[in-house]
């Protein structure tokens, strides 16, 4: 069972609470799909995905991103139980949608750029620890039914 | 993943912006690497004060980000240009690789904060594929 400091939970839930969701999903999967190319192997029917252009404009990845964002407010609204709350969708990234758990990492790192970029100097060091320590949580319980 | 002579001038652009303020993104990196990744501190054991903003992460931030800034220059040839730092790493220092990959992340977190509209998606690539060549020469003489 997870520890969480009251600084930590009042972070979490702080800068959820505050992010727009449709630009920070889209964003946040739109560039790990450009930093990171070969994440595009899970979207091949997305359509252009052939420049960071066509990536950042493409409609598909921006409604994907947002699915994405709403997965993790799930876990927000859940921080005590994160790991059952992500049994079916760690199933359904295992056995459906076949994603190499490493990719979530990926996410997570490019998630956290985004988060970083928009909140500015706010992004403390110590907000960053939190706000890492609960994506690595959300990646973990991702991987878990994975076998 | 090496460096594309399109990757190099990317990199090279952004730093002519980041050159100014290199003090204090190392520094702040630095100092978000302790404090998110604590496991980093045992490499420090002899500083007192390991908060971010202190003397000695202030000083030791400005002089990594000085070898990366100079690394810059040097991408046309990072193993030899980094060899005597590689020495340092890996007979005295004895970091563990891993770790530059950690403080790397840290050093793009600095970055978008500091330069939300520089950092796009195409810098962020260029200079991630740059921290992780530095790296791996870095890493060059540890066996």
Redesign the interface.
Known sequence: MVQWTDFERQTIQSIFGKMDYDDVGPAAL??CL??YPWTQRYFGNFGNLSN?AAI?GNPKVAAHGKTVLQGLVLAVKNMDNIKATFTELSVLHSEKLRVDPDNFRLLA?CL???V??????A????V??AF?KFLAIVVCSLCRQYH | MSLTAKDKSVVKAFWGKVSGKADVVGA?AL??M???YPQTKTYFSKWADLS?GSDPVKKHGAVIMGAIGNAVGLMDNLVGGLSALSDLHAFTLRVDPGNFKILS?NI??TL??HF?RD????V??AV?KFLAALSAALADKYR
Request: proline share 7%.
């Open positions: 739109s560039r450009i930093v960071a950042q790192d956290t750029i985004v970083a970029a928009r909140m500015g100097a992004f403390t060091a110590d960053q620890g890492q | 702040e100092g978000r302790l404090t998110a971010p992340h793009l977190v978008a904060i939300p950092f796009t998606p195409e962020h690539i991630d």
